[in-house]
């Protein structure tokens, strides 16, 4: 197996364990990378040539998938994701300008993960808290209401 | 089945239930365009990705015009295909297609040939109004047998479907959305690193000048311009019963004379046959095929079954998808690495000259022949058996550039010793020809006895696989014949998993037909009657040759009397056999 430790052999063993689940394997490709995605974080090469041997299809396939939605990552996400939702209600209440001020305090765009692996910024859709509009989320821990100048304040909390 | 009855520009036609309005309007000749639309009846290929809407019709009754390749015919339709509003839409989308299109039909090797272009002359279109974003430009990936120039790609994915649901090998996918959107391998990984066997049926099919062949027909000019080289070259069967459809012929015209005298006036020095050396590979894999029947027969059973190694794209497709039988398949090299081993070894000693003054050029219908000459293995101190490979296509458009029309040449013969064949060695061509070619020998040499009848017809046609006994005398020897790589790949299942039928010996093409169907042959434009009339060419070629059978040809038998000593002897063992090894690529 890998060399990289986040590609442990224990997740391996999860993925595996969950597609053992799944009845009929045709069609549910998305399903599994989705699973892939949640328990490795991203997906590398290694975790999209494993499904596509599992669910025989072609690794092509997998990667055409992969590369089709915005969702999947082939990098690794950094220590702290920070994940801002770029839905209409968020971008007309100023989404964009936050998107800068966290682009500016970590030197990173959408997709990337920070050289010292700390930070990666993702971009999602609509996340259902319109109602906090403009909102992001640092791991699991949501900030909503927000300006550009709060930004540095809430990195800095995770530096 | 049920049919139904629809007018299409005032023509009252009826068809099966089933049908597209597009075929509705082919069968009363009422021509729509199309451009990612492909059928391949023959080889169950069909590309309904509807994407490009050039196909569209007006239906009445419906507001929106309708793509009448992927819309069902209904009955009491009522279609105009030729209406002001259809010619408008059909402009628009050629020129959304040209604005993201580079144009460079100039230098484009498709150019002539590109049904893009085609679409652009049959329309009139003189300028482009739409101006887009910048044009999308990809890396240009360059492999020994094809070239992926993928701003040139208009997305039919004509090219993903062949290689995936025909050929199963899984090479091409879609990848990224929107502007970025094209089609690519694996982590967009050059081809040459991926499981793509180089059959070249993506190239066959595409379009546009987005998938092409690596030409070489500048080197072969360059080879051929040196006078310090001598140039052999090698024609393989598939090609004389096509290249002249390049020249106006009927398909299935036979021009073998004429190609041998283009030849010649190109200043090749000696124009030798694939077909000698389609002989010699059957008295290798023939003797090979007896030994292992005769350990088959003493009860070691994984003695079998065989398989026919001669296309390189299917030893390819072995070698990264099936590992668990890397053992089974025929270790005789093809014949065109035979003819290049014993060209720069026993011809090169005949002319008493070194090997590295010899250039040997093969004419292959094939891609997969280029990179298979490339491979490392088939070389000696790093100069290799076979120097340059042409295309069908390559050579004709050389004649071409020479200034000959290939139908007003006297013919000729091929130069000896190396041009003598027989009628086994031309079915080589043909899906079913290799196996029928070892079986005409096998039954001999093993039974002592002469064949009652010459042709197998039960080795022969279309269907992708097919299973027939061939009595050997008493032992009744189970054949199994595929082509097309996913025909391959359920004959090769079915032989892992416990090989019910009990088939004893296996041919496998890689592509659709063999290799009058290679994808260096002239295009078929998605025409499947041409390959089953260059398919009759082959047998009737075969049933004109004096001599039928390869262990008769004498100029082979002169070769293991006067070089080789015997059949998978020292020697051959030496130049005519090779080995295998799985690739584990993605
Ligand atoms: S490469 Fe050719 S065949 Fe493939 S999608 Fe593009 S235009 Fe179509
Ligand atoms: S050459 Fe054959 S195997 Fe390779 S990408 Fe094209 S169709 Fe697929
Ligand atoms: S648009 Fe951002 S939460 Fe709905
Ligand atoms: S040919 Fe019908 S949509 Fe392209």
Redesign the pocket.
């Known amino acids: 197996m890998s060399v990289k430790t986040d590609l442990t052999e224990t997740k391996f063993n999860e993925l595996e364990a969950y597609m053992e689940t799944i009845p009929v394997k045709k069609g549910e490709l998305i399903r599994v990378l989705h699973k892939a995605q949640g328990i490795f974080g991203y997906l590398p090469e290694e975790v999209q040539k494993y499904v596509a041997k599992k669910m025989n299809v072609s690794t092509a396939k997998v990667f055409g998938v992969v590369s089709f939605y915005s969702y999947f990552t082939m990098k690794p996400k950094g220590e702290h994701d920070i994940a801002i939702c770029l839905g209409t209600a968020c971008y007309v209440r100023g989404a964009e300008k936050i998107l800068d001020a966290i682009k500016r305090e970590t030197g990173i765009e959408v997709g990337e993960t920070s050289a010292d692996g700390k930070f990666s910024i993702t971009g999602l859709r609509c996340v259902g808290a319109c109602g906090l509009a403009p909102v992001v989320m640092v791991n699991d821990k949501v900030y909503g209401r927000l300006t550009a100048d709060m930004i540095k304040g809430i990195i800095d909390n995770y530096r | 089945m049920s049919d139904i009855k629809l007018t299409i520009d005032g023509k009252v036609v009826s068809v099966p239930m089933g049908s597209t309005v597009?075929e509705a309007a082919r069968k009363v000749d009422v021509h729509?365009?199309?451009?990612?639309?492909l059928d391949l009846h023959d080889t169950k290929m069909v590309n309904?990705?509807?994407?490009?809407?050039?196909?569209?019709v007006e239906i009445d009754g419906r507001r929106n015009l309708a793509?009448?390749?992927?819309t069902p015919a209904l009955d009491g339709m009522v279609i105009k295909t030729n209406t002001i509003r259809v010619l408008d839409a059909r402009k628009t989308v050629l020129e959304l297609l040209l604005s993201d299109h580079p144009k460079e039909c100039l230098t484009c090797a498709k150019s002539g040939e590109c049904e893009l272009q085609g679409l652009a002359e049959s329309f009139g279109v003189r300028e482009i109004n739409i101006t887009g974003k910048a044009q999308s430009t990809y890396r240009k990936d360059v492999t020994t047998s094809l070239i992926r120039d993928m701003d040139k790609c208009v997305m039919?994915r004509r090219c993903e479907t062949m290689c995936n649901k025909v050929q199963t090998v899984g090479a091409l996918s879609a990848i990224n959305r929107g502007f970025e959107a094209v089609v690519s391998a694996a982590f967009d990984l050059p081809m040459g690193e991926t499981v793509c066997t180089h059959c070249g049926q993506c190239v066959a099919v595409c379009p546009t000048g987005a998938l092409t062949e690596n030409d070489a027909t500048w080197k072969v000019v360059e080879a051929l311009a040196d006078p310090e080289k001598v140039v052999v070259v090698q024609t393989a069967p598939a090609v004389r019963v096509a290249i002249g459809e390049e020249f106006g012929q009927d398909p299935g015209t036979t021009v073998t004379g004429q190609m041998v005298t283009a030849l010649r006036n190109l200043g090749f020095d000696h124009v030798f046959d694939t077909d000698f050396a389609a002989d010699l590979t059957i008295l290798e894999e023939g003797t090979e095929l007896l030994q292992r029947l005769g350990k088959f027969l003493a009860g070691e059973k994984e003695a079998l079954p065989i398989l026919t190694s001669c296309c390189p794209a299917w030893v390819n497709f072995i070698e990264s998808q099936f590992p668990e039988l890397i053992h089974i398949p025929s270790t005789a090299k093809s014949p065109q690495q035979m003819f290049g081993s014993i060209a720069k070894s026993y011809y090169a000693d005949i002319l008493d000259i070194p090997r590295e003054k010899m250039v040997v050029v093969s004419i292959m219908p094939c891609l997969a022949k280029k990179y298979e000459a490339s491979r490392e293995e088939f070389a000696v101190n790093g100069n290799s058996d076979v120097d340059l490979v042409l295309s069908t296509r390559e050579l004709a458009n050389l004649i071409q550039r020479s200034n000959m029309n290939l139908m007003d040449l006297e013919k000729s013969e091929f130069d000896q010793p190396m041009g003598a064949s027989t009628g086994a060695a031309v079915i080589f061509g043909t899906t079913g020809g290799v196996i029928e070619a070892a079986v005409r020998t096998a039954y001999e040499v093993h039974t002592g006895k002469e064949l009652p009848k010459i042709d197998f017809e039960e080795l022969r046609g279309f269907e992708g696989v097919r299973v027939a006994g061939v009595d050997m005398d008493g032992f009744m020897l189970n054949i199994g014949i595929a082509h097309g790589l996913g025909n391959a790949r359920a004959l090769l299942e079915e032989v892992r998993d416990g090989n019910p039928r009990n088939i004893h010996a296996i041919e496998v093409m890689a592509c659709p037909g063999g290799c009058i169907g290679g994808a260096g042959q002239p295009f078929h434009h998605g025409d499947g009657s041409i390959l089953k009339k260059r398919q009759s060419a082959i047998y009737q070629v075969d049933r004109e040759m004096p001599i039928r059978k390869s262990h008769e040809n004498p100029a082979i038998t002169e070769l293991y009397e006067k070089y080789l000593g015997k059949p998978c002897g020292h020697l051959s063992h030496q130049l005519l056999h090779t080995e295998y090894a799985v690739k584990d690529k993605v």
């Open positions: 597009l729509i365009p199309t451009l990612c639309h309904q990705a509807a994407s490009c809407r050039i196909c569209v793509p009448s390749c992927a039919c």
